[in-house]
């Protein structure tokens, strides 16, 4: 299970042309589901993400979560991240996670989001959709979390 979370200044999923989701300054966070990934992982790596202090505190240095901001959160699932490219120049996606179950485990990572922070600062993207994601990376600051 991986969790790309990026630190931005504004971010949007959008869905044929229709705006999904939309925040300000916070994260958005690409979610992957790889074979072999336990759904209790989704509570850990749902607290990590919520209480990272990767945002500017009062001495300029990485002190503060996107719960202390008040930040919003947009939370995109992303199979691709269980892609491996170790070989050839074609990424290999057989050890992503099947869709039923990625999905169940998508939505129960965005649950534990909303459990740890709050339920109307955390926005989605729509699971399998052909999605259009913006953002303006603020630092640039990306952080890869796996629960492995």
Request: charged content about 30%; aromatic content about 8%.
């Amino acid at each position: 299970m991986k969790a790309v979370l990026q630190r931005v200044n504004s971010a949007y999923v959008r869905i044929d042309g229709q705006t999904q989701a939309e925040i300000d300054k916070g994260l958005l966070i690409l979610f992957g589901v790889e074979k072999g990934d336990e759904a209790e992982k989704c509570a850990e790596l749902a607290y990590k993400s919520m209480n990272l202090r990767i945002f500017e505190d009062e001495n300029g240095k990485m002190g503060r979560s996107v719960k202390d901001i008040d930040g919003g959160v947009i939370v995109v699932s992303q199979f691709t991240l269980a892609g491996n490219c170790k070989k050839g120049l074609r990424p290999d996606f057989t050890t992503a996670m099947e869709p039923v179950t990625a999905n169940l485990y998508y939505e129960k990572f965005v649950d534990e989001c909303r459990r740890q922070y709050a339920a109307d600062r955390i926005q989605t993207g729509v699971f399998a959709a052909d999605m259009k994601v913006g953002l303006e990376n603020d630092g640039p600051v990306t952080i890869i979390l796996e629960s492995r």
